[in-house]
């Protein structure tokens, strides 16, 4: 029997690597882009809506053999007319599915459809790395299917009372909440509050200061050397700090300076949107918004109003370099760093409560 093991074993390692190499290129070939995001410009008519049943859910990216990018098609989400929604990741194998996000609700059906294109396994694990829509919308189909689902205690509590929703607004949908939460502590920075060892990998979910929003969590795949940097770095459209829920422009500098220390020269960072970046990337971003909120402070000093700020037209220098430019993300992020250089408040309990425009 040992004998005949032998053999089959190396009759096997004969015949896998002809078929590795044909398939996959060799060691070393991911990330795979499959299909880039797309760059616009983009136009919308006046009152223009998504067409939510025209929009595909697509494996875009491959950031390992079992490690997949679902993301939304372009041109129709205006919110997200490179892809819509936010990028949702998927690790599969032997011991099941973990998934990063679930993408917008209208698309949970298809996102499960074109996750079942190549893992038939349970869902059993969903980390969401902050609260909007287009990562979480998706959470109360995916728990039915099985998953539990994990997150800072901030961002369930955004969701369960989030700052918007004024009187009749939709109700929350329980079976979305995250079951299983844990916080972030300036004590640990940078250390992950969760681990899964899992098809393989070695998936770290790591909590962030407030920066994007008050709950944010990345998530890191040891092996792949890939880290999940969700929305407080963008390469389309300028940044956006969800003030209402706690998150700062400053607050997104601390989570630069930590992304820089974390990842490595040739780790793989995954943004919610636009392209996939790595860290030499991340620093002109960042020198980018420390620049705006100096130039808006030094303003806001002189006395000058919000309206002669946004006059001023501080972004010019880095209009031609950012994919998605609009006024409407431009006047936003202006309004953003006017509003938070003259009040910003301590951390309290976790959370920052941020001054509102
Ligand atoms: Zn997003």
New binding site residues.
Partial sequence: MARYALLVAGLIALAVPTVMTGQQGGGGSYPQTLIPPAKGPFTFPAGYQTPWEKVEILVKEKLSPNLFVLHGSDTLDPAHPDGSG?RALALFGPDGVLMVDSQNRQVAEKTLKTLRSFTDGPIRIMVNTHV?S??TGGNAFFAKQGALIYSQENLRNEMVRPPRRGPGGPAVEMAGVPAATYSYSAATIGQPAVTFYMNGEIVDFIPMMPSHTAGDTIVRFRNADVIYI??FYRNFGYPFADQANGGSLQGMLEASDLIAKLAGPKTTLVP??GTLIKKDELLPYRAMVADILAKVKTLREQGKTLKEVLAANLTAPYDAKTLGDTQQSKDRFITEAFDEVRDFPPVVDGKRTMPQH
Avoid: P
Wanted: charged share 40%; aromatic share 0%.
């Fill in positions: 936010g909007h287009d990562h969700e929305d919610g949107h």
